[in-house]
């Protein structure tokens, strides 16, 4: 999907969000395990209101294990409820499961007490573009699941999907919109791919990308790249292009192509698990 994310369309998408959020009892926050900071959306907790979420740190399979063990730990210590997915793969339906459950006991009560019969929690997906909503939905919509129908309130078309018997998904996700709020996060939502390339340059996002990389994971560069990596920067991406036989026809040094390939291979994990952000100091370059 690419959006223009003008001020207009901010407020068109806030405006479906809100309404969107009237019809559940609780979200599912999909954050990208490798940027938790940067695709997060501050005007999420304002816009619930009372509504619970639960954070779903996506993507770990990409992600350093060991920062993703301290993100989960940093958003239980907000009172949160965490859980660690890759949407790709099946058998994350109990672990939702059990977390909504977990999160919804107290709304059930509620409702109990005030003589209601019980019923599945509502719950939807929401996130910023590419950090998995649909992946997610498809998933937990697999097999065992059912489409529920059109429920009163909900604009036509829209579907409730019953996963297993506690839980009614709306097949629509919430999309939230990208923070905008420095250079740095705009950086590492198009590093990730979050945010559509084009509106940065190639180079700059990989030379910026290789930096974090010499200082967090050189380990990591090193087996994949060889060299020396503690070269400084300009050095080190003229030996990635050395070895990588990334020349152009007079012998010079093809750089778009290495920033390609360093892009390429860092979104999709072929460069190993990478997180770029970690809890407090959020962005670690
Ligand atoms: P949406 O825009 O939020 O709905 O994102 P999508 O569900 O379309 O996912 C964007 C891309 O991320 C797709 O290529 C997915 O296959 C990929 N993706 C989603 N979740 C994961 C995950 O947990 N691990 C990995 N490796 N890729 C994922």
Redesign the pocket.
């Known amino acids: 999907?690419s959006i223009n994310w003008y001020p207009g369309h901010m407020k068109k998408t806030e405006s479906l969000l809100k309404e969107q959020l009237q019809l559940v009892d609780l979200v599912l926050e999909?954050l990208d395990?490798r940027i938790p900071y940067s695709s997060s959306n501050p005007k999420l907790a304002n816009l619930l209101q009372h509504k619970k979420r639960i954070v779903v740190l996506?993507?770990?399979?990409?992600a350093d294990e060991h920062m993703n063990k301290l993100w989960q730990v940093y958003f239980q210590q907000q009172g949160l409820e965490v859980i660690q997915?890759?949407?790709?793969?099946s058998g994350i339906n109990r672990l939702v499961q059990e977390s909504v459950d977990k999160v919804f006991k107290e709304k059930a009560a509620q409702l109990k007490a005030r003589g209601r019969n019980s019923r599945p929690a509502r719950v939807m997906?929401v996130?910023?573009?590419?950090?998995?909503?649909?992946?997610?939905?498809?998933q937990l919509a697999g097999k065992g699941s059912a489409k529920t129908g059109d429920k009163p309130g909900v604009t036509r078309g829209k579907q409730w999907i019953r996963v297993h018997d506690r839980i009614e998904l709306l097949d629509t996700?919430g999309?939230l919109w990208p923070k905008f709020e420095d250079a740095a996060t705009g950086i590492r939502l198009a590093q990730t791919?979050a945010i559509r390339d084009e509106i940065v340059d190639q180079q700059e996002l990989a030379w910026n990308l290789l930096q974090t990389l010499q200082t967090h994971y050189p380990l990591l560069l090193e087996s994949r790249y060889g060299g020396d990596v503690t070269q400084p920067l300009i050095d080190y991406i003229d030996s990635i292009g050395q070895a990588r036989g990334c020349l152009l026809k007079a012998g010079e040094i093809d750089y778009q192509r290495i920033a390609r390939i360093l892009l390429e291979e860092f979104r999709?994990?072929k460069l190993g698990r990478i997180t770029l952000e970690k809890p407090l100091d959020e962005v670690t370059a």
Request: aromatic share 0%; charged share 15%.
């Open positions: 999907m999909l395990a996506n993507k770990v399979d990409l997915v890759n949407a790709t793969r997906v996130g910023i573009p590419n950090v998995g909503k649909s992946t997610l939905i498809n996700p999309i791919g999709s994990g």
